[in-house]
């Protein structure tokens, strides 16, 4: 399974900014898929995560109201729809996706994910 994000960028504080996460590599789909971020000098943390089937969504408590992770099961892509962006969320983003099957291991753990991609910078200048 190979996960490709992009999207990220340098924009200015309170700008917007979507990120995509391509998926491919296997026929069954993931049980859901995350995004996290870590900072400059940061341990990686958990940013949103959906389920591929349902749609269920989490969020953590810095960015909702203001990211929206979304997913398109034809195209096996995943979205993050990041606005109001701070110089907080300067960091780089990562998605991940789980392997196809429920679990009882929480999606905002890192431990869920079985497969990630490579990253991408998001810079948010004040």
């Known amino acids: 399974v190979q996960l490709q994000a992009s999207g990220g960028g340098l924009v200015q504080a309170g700008d917007s900014l979507t990120l995509s996460c391509g998926i491919s590599?296997?026929?069954?789909?993931?049980?859901?898929v995350g995004w996290f971020r870590q900072a400059p000098g940061k341990e990686r943390e958990f940013v949103a995560a959906?389920?591929?089937?349902?749609?269920?969504?989490w969020y953590s408590d810095s960015v909702k109201g203001r990211f929206t992770i979304s997913r398109d099961n034809d195209n096996k892509m995943a979205y993050l729809r990041m606005n109001g962006l701070k110089s907080e969320d300067t960091a780089v983003y990562y998605c991940?996706?789980?392997?196809?099957?429920?679990?009882?291991?929480?999606?905002?753990?890192?431990?869920?994910?079985?497969?990630w991609g490579q990253g991408t910078l998001v810079t948010v200048s004040s």
């Open positions: 590599g296997r026929t069954l789909s993931p049980y859901g």
């Open positions: 991940a996706a789980t392997g196809p099957y429920w679990s009882s291991t929480n999606m905002r753990a890192e431990s869920r994910y079985s497969y």
């Open positions: 959906i389920t591929w089937s349902y749609g269920s969504i």
